[in-house]
């Protein structure tokens, strides 16, 4: 069974950092690409950035570039997600997405969210 | 950026009706488009991609088609477990979703 386990959202102040983790098991996690999707509260998705199954290629939102990086470890099954700079604007559940094999950018498997609270 | 245009943002239906939601793209986006599925609380769940490919498991009474510019999600007999938030998503480029349609039982 595919799993995703994200960790790492709490409550931050503004300017602030948080690195976001994604624990993934059940399927051959360095052959995909993975993403990161939030969701403000009460708000529709938001994809935020993708890394493919080398590193080779990374990409992000406008509204995060800049700020946030994303990385992976595929000796340890793990997809990451440094956020600098926090806004009260990145105040989401933040959703780890995988590309399961339908091709890029087709989301079929997810986490369950961890969320990242941005306050003062 | 492709934009995407979703409508209507809010529907309400009873069981057994037929539910259709509509996404617009703001250029060509061939068929690279997706259906998600959200209930209360929950991830997101893929139902549809490349527009009309059913995922493995997805009842068959959600379809989609479309191309271009224009496409459609389709539910032919609402069922109460159908009540959710569904997304358009297009990958033409780096990926954008929809604004959402919220599903009711009326």
């Known amino acids: 069974e595919v799993q995703l386990v994200e960790s790492g959202g709490g409550l931050v102040k503004p300017g602030g950092s948080l690195r976001l983790s994604c624990a993934a098991s059940g399927f051959t996690f360095s052959s995909y690409s993975m993403n990161w999707v939030r969701q403000a509260p009460g708000k529709g998705l938001e994809w935020v950035s993708s890394i493919s199954s080398s590193s080779s290629y990374i990409y992000y939102a406008d509204s995060v570039k800049g700020r946030f990086t994303i990385s992976r470890d595929n000796a340890k099954n793990s997809l990451y997600l440094q956020m600098n700079s926090l806004r009260a604007e990145d105040t989401a559940v933040y959703y780890c997405a995988g590309e399961g094999g339908y091709g890029d950018f087709i989301f079929d498997y997810w986490g369950q969210g961890t969320l990242v609270t941005v306050s003062s | 950026d492709i934009q995407m245009t979703q409508s209507p943002s809010s529907l309400s239906a009873s069981v057994g009706d037929r539910v259709t939601i509509t996404c617009q793209a703001s250029?060509?986006?061939?068929?690279?488009l997706n259906w998600y599925q959200q209930k209360p609380g929950k991830a997101p769940k893929l139902l549809i991609y490349?527009?009309?490919n059913l995922e493995t498991g997805v009842p068959s009474r959600f379809s989609g088609s479309g191309s271009g510019t224009d496409f459609t999600f389709t539910i032919s007999s609402l069922q109460p477990e159908d009540i959710a938030t569904y997304y358009c998503?297009?990958?033409?480029?780096?990926?954008?979703f929809g604004q959402g349609t919220k599903l009711e039982i009326k």
């Open positions: 998503q297009q990958y033409d480029n780096l990926p954008f």
């Open positions: 490349d527009a009309s």
């Open positions: 250029q060509d986006i061939s068929n690279y």
